[in-house]
């Protein structure tokens, strides 16, 4: 690339004789991106130049630059908004105050941008969950459930829980609107004839929300049944490490729609998550998971006994997660996806009304 590439043990090669990258300056988060303006606009110019469809992922830097050069090119724009950092930034305190403050005046700069850029190109809004899409409402904007596993990577399960120590599984990144802690806490009350164990993978890159982690483990006196696995790589890594456990639980204080949710039951496993953002978008509480609020370790200690206990319950989540997922494939979003782009909202999923 042009500008070189950060180091990253996440970055996996791309050999596609028919993508091409256009490269901007480097940038690893939405203030080291601000010195790069010109550079950034220079990427817009050339790819909406060039391209015949804008198709945009998340937050990008100048989010309004991409839409008035969209706007300039007439390039209909079919923009996927994944998360929603005004409700994460609101939900907990990541690096300070004043950091905080600034970042969630960015996001909301962000989404008025992002309003107004729809509005002027007359663009599609596909949204992760009908709580995020209420947020960018148009007369294009839809809520759907996005994954990135494929029908042929699924496997089917009849039953987890019955080993004589039960392997609980979280996967997400290490950041404080996870909620790890409440996991943490929940566990260390559980009430169950087995033992248990814990096994938090992903990777960490706020140290000081990981000192504070460790912290609790030791006070908590689970530091023997807890195990930070690091990074796993997408596909079977991955898939391998949701195999071996019995149930995940997601106690997360803010959420899109969670692909490791899909990917989880897409691997037979019963599944327990907080009930935020768009989750309740992509399963339903008592038949395919069990929803508990957020910031309550008793509720989440209740409900991973009731999993271990009920196996009619544990089995009946099993087998309605499997089928449930088959709705949110790479394939069915690739639809949604498409469907949009060629502005046909028959191939697209609920369309959310202007409010």
Known sequence: MLYGSPPSSTDLPLDASNIELVPQPYWDTSLGSLPHFFGILRAYLRTCREADI????????????????????????????????????????????????????????????????????????LCNGRELAKAFPSPRTVATVSSAIMQREFASRIDTCDGATIRIIFVGYIRPEKGIEYLLDAVSQLLIAQSWELYIVGPSDFPVYRRRLDDLVASLGISERVFWTGYSSYGEPLFDRLRAADLLVLPSLSEGTPHVLVEARANGLPCIS???????????????????????????????????????????????????????????FIGVVRGQLGRNPEGAATSVPQV
């Open 54 to 125: 804008i198709f945009v992922r998340g937050m990008c830097p100048y989010i309004g630059a991409l839409y008035l050069c969209a706007f300039v090119f007439q390039r209909p724009v079919c923009h996927w908004i994944v998360g929603d950092p005004v409700a994460l930034l609101r939900t907990s305190k990541r690096r300070g105050r004043l950091l905080d403050s600034f970042a969630l005046l960015y996001a909301l700069q962000d989404r008025l941008q992002t309003r107004v850029g729809r509005w002027l190109t007359d663009g599609a809004f």
């Open 274 to 332: 907080t009930t935020v953002g768009g989750v309740p978008s992509s399963v339903t509480d008592g038949y395919d998971a069990l929803l508990v609020p957020s910031k309550n370790s008793r509720a989440l200690a209740n409900a991973i006994e009731r999993v271990i206990r009920d196996g009619d319950l544990r089995r009946t989540l099993i087998r309605n997660g499997l089928n449930s997922s088959r709705s949110h494939t790479l394939e069915r």
